[in-house]
């Protein structure tokens, strides 16, 4: 599994921008990068997830860096619900690891009103 | 409401014991995958199916089995419960391989 690197914690002010820094240098060419976030006392939510280009969706971008060894998620609007932990996952898409997702520590995002 | 159901959502039990926990799939995902949340070890993989079959394993205990059944519905069973085994166990379904996850709300094991 690819190693990932996730600053411990951060912080934000409600509806500000939020860029969520994640550094895998070790990724596989076939690696997919994925995000999720947990909610405290609720089970892990998919954020979004890429595998070269920049991905957006309602919830969230994801800047994927050219050589892939780095990755950004932005929140464009930070909400109060948004306070969770962040985990960037690189995810094989086949073999044995056949897409199991290996969490990390994350990041612990803190949004202040 | 993710869309997959796991049940119990408590369960309390003495060590020495066996439990099964169950998961109900999101409808039409073929792949169900559980994890273990202690507080000291974070979201640990411990086994996917995939249609019925095991795909992958993780860092799953010989006292810990699970199976998929032909309905899709998924079963983690524990047998000689220890107090370390204490944890948020979750499942989690999928369509195939790479897709985003849905993961359930848990059940909460705590061995006493």
């Known amino acids: 599994d690819a190693k990932t690197t996730q600053p411990n914690s951060m912080e934000s002010n409600e509806e500000e921008p939020v860029h969520l820094p994640c550094n895998h240098s070790?990724?596989?060419?076939?690696?997919?990068i994925h995000w999720y976030r947990q909610l405290p006392s609720q089970g892990p939510e998919y954020v979004i997830h890429?595998?070269?280009s920049n991905v957006n969706n309602r919830m969230a971008s994801l800047a994927i860096a050219e050589d892939r060894k780095s990755s950004t998620l932005i929140l464009h609007r930070a909400t109060l619900r948004d306070a969770a932990v962040y985990y960037c996952i690189p995810a094989s898409a086949g073999g044995t690891s056949y897409g199991k997702l290996t969490f990390g520590q994350g990041t612990i995002l803190t949004v202040h009103p | 409401d993710s869309g997959v159901t796991q049940t119990p959502k408590h369960l309390i039990t003495a060590t020495g014991q066996r439990v099964t926990l169950r998961c109900s799939p999101r409808s039409g995902d073929l792949s169900v995958y559980w994890y273990q949340q202690s507080l000291d070890q974070g979201l640990q993989f411990l086994i996917q199916y995939y249609n019925g079959e095991e795909r992958a394993k993780g860092n799953i205990l010989e006292r810990f089995s699970a199976q998929q059944f032909p309905d899709l519905h998924s079963e983690l069973n524990l047998s000689s419960l220890e107090l370390g085994d204490s944890a948020l166990y979750f499942c989690?379904?999928?369509?195939?391989?790479?897709?985003?996850?849905?993961f359930g709300s848990g059940t909460r094991l705590t061995v006493v």
């Open positions: 070790t990724i596989s060419g076939t690696d997919y």
């Open positions: 989690a379904s999928s369509v195939g391989q790479v897709a985003g996850y849905t």
């Open positions: 890429g595998l070269t």
